[in-house]
């Protein structure tokens, strides 16, 4: 049986986290201590826990994860203080779920991203939600094969020059296709197995 009883919420101050103090409440950070989504003073309420899954917001720009050791370890060390702190209390969780969106960890920390599923699932019971930037870098038809396959096909089928053709064999927007190209090419770089062949669609993926 889990250790938690899990709801989702969908907006965040200090009047629900002061009417609330017996529930726990996790929201997103980035590395340096920011408030992804409302204002920082949530933060000195007791029951408000932090979960970075952003490098910093400079400017209202998001500068993403990028599957760094040092990023999933500031993950990994707020979520061991999120099961202390929740452990036997309701906690709440954002609807849209931990580190989704485009700037979120399934587009551009798919490591990190497994890694938090999986302690999600495992230790707290709770299945997060996919949200849109998820379901692209799942696919029409989803797993890993066919992201890794589209960006083959990127690669030997003319390049970027003809990657709507490959887009429109798969009913993808262009957008779409390049948000697979991004993720498949950071999974072969993490694998040391990003050849030249690869590089020019995956700096084309990364917007260069």
Request: some cysteine.
């Amino acid at each position: 049986m889990s250790r938690f009883q899990i709801e989702e919420y969908d907006t965040l101050d200090v009047d629900v986290l002061r009417a609330n103090r017996d529930q726990i409440y996790a929201l997103e950070l980035t590395l340096d201590g920011q408030v992804c989504s409302g204002t920082n003073c949530v933060l000195a309420e007791p029951n408000a826990c932090g979960i970075p899954v952003r490098k910093a917001i400079v400017d209202d720009a998001h500068i993403p994860f990028s599957d760094q050791e040092t990023e999933r370890d500031a993950l990994l060390k707020a979520l061991r203080k999120l099961y202390k702190l929740a452990a036997g209390r309701k906690l709440l969780l954002p609807k849209s779920g931990i580190g989704a969106g485009p700037h979120g960890l399934a587009v551009h920390s798919p490591r990190i991203h497994h890694d938090l599923c999986q302690i999600l699932a495992n230790h707290f019971g709770y299945n997060p939600p996919f949200d849109a930037a998820s379901q692209v870098c799942a696919g029409s038809k989803s797993g890993v094969v066919d992201r890794h396959q589209l960006f083959t096909e990127v690669c030997v089928g003319g390049g970027v020059y003809m990657a709507h053709l490959v887009a429109e064999k798969h009913a993808l927007t262009m957008e779409q296709l390049r948000v697979h190209c991004l993720v498949a090419g950071r999974e072969l770089e993490a694998q040391r197995k990003l050849f030249p062949l690869h590089r020019p669609i995956y700096r084309w993926a990364r917007g260069e």
